[in-house]
T-cell receptor, first 118, second 119 residues
């Protein structure tokens, strides 16, 4: 079974600084998706960034980028120029790419609470 | 709107009562998921619907939990004889999937959840 581990229950960063959230995962698959979702107090999970395992290039979305290390099964999220609106719970998630029966949804880590200090 | 819609947003009930939580997925999305998020925890998979296939109920914690999806669209999660440990946020998500969904984004789209409090 796949597992996703986020070892930082809480992180704090000064506004405009850069912060990196860690995520490791365990899988025997070679092809899969990895995601970072943001959950603000409104509770809705919002996709921040996604990475396909077969792509070597790290995904970027504006101030958000990932460091994907497939061999190490590591998928960290870097947030540059942190803003107050970035404060939220961040969840790392894994999903296999083929439909092989069973639940093909996301396996989530336990989340990292990101605090932005003004 | 065009997003996943869940109701009620908040539900307070007494121990032993039955509750129903509703999810209206994005139009055209064939896959629908229910997750449970307990305080300070990640998301726990409950049940999965894909088109007309039999649902995957492997995540349901007990036989007090059940779900159905009518017409391949709206889904209802029912919890019978609620217990205090059922208190959580119940999140619904939908996804555009099919037998050959490789090449799609793989993204799940979430609703805002239903917060259930059992007194």
């Amino acid at each position: 079974a796949q597992t996703v581990t986020q070892s930082q229950p809480e992180m704090s960063v000064q506004e405009a600084e850069t912060v990196t959230l860690s995520c490791t995962y365990d899988t025997s698959e070679s092809d899969y998706y990895l995601f970072w979702y943001k959950q603000p107090p409104s509770r809705q999970m919002i996709l921040v960034i996604r990475q396909e395992a077969y792509k070597q290039q790290n995904a970027t979305e504006n101030r958000f980028s990932v460091n994907f290390q497939k061999a190490a099964k590591s998928f960290s999220l870097k947030i540059s120029d942190s803003q107050l609106g970035d404060a939220a719970m961040y969840f790392c998630a894994y999903r296999r790419t083929y439909s092989g029966g069973g639940a093909d949804g996301l396996t989530f880590g336990k989340g990292t609470h990101l605090i932005i200090q003004p | 709107g065009a997003g996943v819609s869940q109701s009620p947003s908040n539900k307070v009930t007494e121990k032993g009562k039955d509750v129903e939580l509703r999810c209206d997925p994005i139009s055209g999305h064939t896959a629908l998921y229910w997750y449970r998020q307990s305080l300070g925890q990640g998301l726990e998979f409950l049940i999965y619907f894909q088109g007309n296939s039999a649902p995957d109920k492997s995540g349901l914690p007990s036989d007090r939990f059940s779900a159905e999806r009518t017409g391949g669209s709206v889904s209802t999660l029912t919890i019978q004889r609620t217990q205090q440990e059922d208190s959580a946020v119940y999140l619904c998500a939908s996804s555009l999937e099919g037998a050959s969904w490789r090449g799609r984004t793989g993204e799940l789209f979430f609703g805002e959840g239903s917060r259930l409090t059992v007194l």
